[in-house]
């Protein structure tokens, strides 16, 4: 029977301490699937939407085990390894476990590059709890003898999706060779591609599987939509809808390239519209900072790549526009899935370009839906929209009858076109 309280889970009494002093009253779903497995001892294949609460699912059983049966830590090891894509993830893994391990005594250390390595050293030389690591810099430490993984008895691979994504496999599988036979371990991704159950069957054991949402789904919570548009006209219908966007409402653009986010920051900022670009070139300390702001709602705007934004996890996002569609079709999965967080609803436009038409086919094949199509705009390229209805197997849209804002139809023949000027006016 799947418990529908926290109160009804066999967790330590400072874990439910911690709980309740922030109000968690209820779990998730996979949570309240999960959590009793692991309170098991079983190995976990975990497939659940970011933002559905997958870090509680395996933090709390991990430190009921670690209060449970405590030991002397030995010099230069951990008990427990979480290896995450990126350093915005791992901060907000170490954050959560500060939250539910408040109670307890625990030593945990996060491991990531971008920053100097020294404080990280000397975290781990009397050995810690857990250690939340990013796979460059976790190599490049125990290759230096600061660390051994020996001692590790429960494995967390968390985001794998991504970790795959940006190309992390070989050093993924490297770290496995290092840990001991004998472990707890856990697989969690947003998606289950065949390359990702492959790895999964190399790793786990007799797993169980908690699958939240059908394979390949996008959130419910958000509302989606996709803009034709000529790659020229992408940046006044951006600044069209970012002013649209409601005092006090947050806004995350995603841009393909480093560089591509920065020169659209700064054409925002020209807009008039409070923005900033975060992305791997930035150092960790500038990154926190954006962040920070951000989440404070000061920064109305943040431009991200998919590396910079992958950690994000803030639940007052409202809108999110692909300014550019991803080339790879899951990371339009995570993309939308930073709005409409935690019960929230939210908005995601994608901005579909002629040389991005297959993108989007690929990425509608992978949610299995079309995604609906907005005309009501000023740079609509009706082009654009009858090549992918054609792809797609549709009919050819009407030329006469789209409605505009104000209920009558466009003129055929004609496409209405704003200038940067008046759109930002707007």
Not at 65 to 86: C, E, F, M, N, W
Not at 88 to 95: D, H, P, R
Not at 189 to 203: G, M, Q
Not at 306 to 316: E, F, L, P, S, T
């Amino acid at each position: 029977m799947t418990p529908n309280s926290f109160a009804a889970l066999p967790l330590a009494e400072p874990l439910h301490r911690a709980l309740a002093e922030r109000d968690y009253t209820t779990p998730s779903p996979i949570q309240a699937q999960a959590i009793p497995l692991l309170l098991e001892g079983r190995d976990l294949l975990g497939c659940a939407q970011t933002g559905t609460g997958k870090t509680a699912a395996f933090s709390l059983p991990i430190l009921h085990a670690l209060h449970t049966d405590q030991r002397r830590l030995r010099p230069k090891s951990a008990r427990v390894l979480v290896l995450t894509p990126t350093r915005e993830l791992a901060t907000q893994v170490g954050k959560s476990l500060e939250t539910y391990g408040r109670f307890l005594r625990m030593r945990h250390a996060l491991v990531f590059g971008g920053v100097r390595q020294n404080p990280q050293v000397n975290a781990l030389r009397s050995g810690v709890d857990v250690l939340v690591a990013c796979p460059g810099r976790l190599l490049d430490l125990i290759e230096q003898g600061h660390l051994d993984l020996n001692a590790v008895e429960f494995f967390v691979l968390d985001e794998v999706d991504r970790m795959l994504d940006m190309g992390f496999l070989p050093d993924v599988k490297r770290i496995v060779t290092m840990l001991p036979e004998r472990r707890q371990s856990l697989f969690f991704s947003a998606t289950l591609a065949p390359a990702i159950s492959e790895l999964a069957r190399t790793i786990l054991r007799d797993p169980a599987t908690v699958r939240i949402e059908p394979e390949k789904t996008t959130c419910e919570s958000v509302e989606q939509s996709v803009c034709f548009v000529s790659r020229d006209n992408k940046r006044a219908l951006l600044v069209e809808r970012l002013a649209a966007q409601k005092e006090g409402e947050l806004s995350i653009v995603f841009s393909r390239t480093k560089y591509g986010s920065d020169k659209l920051a700064r054409h925002l900022i020209k807009a008039g519209i409070q923005a900033e670009a975060i992305h791997g070139n930035r150092s960790q300390a500038q990154r926190d900072r954006t962040l920070k702001r951000f989440r404070s709602g000061r920064l109305p705007v943040l431009v991200a790549t998919d590396v910079a934004a992958r950690g994000v996890d803030i639940k007052d996002v409202t809108l999110v526009v692909n300014f550019d569609l991803p080339n790879e079709e899951e990371a339009y999965v995570h993309r939308i899935g930073r709005t409409g967080r935690a019960g929230a609803t939210g908005h995601a436009v994608s901005f579909c370009s002629a040389d991005e038409l297959d993108y989007l086919r690929e990425i509608e094949k992978l949610i299995q839906q079309p995604i609906p199509i907005d005309r009501d705009h000023g740079w609509h390229e009706e082009s654009l929209d009858e090549r992918h209805a054609r792809k797609a197997g549709g009919s050819k849209p009407p030329r006469q009858g789209r409605s505009r804002r104000d209920g009558k139809p466009r003129p055929q023949g004609r496409r209405r076109r704003r200038s940067g000027r008046r759109a930002r006016a707007a």
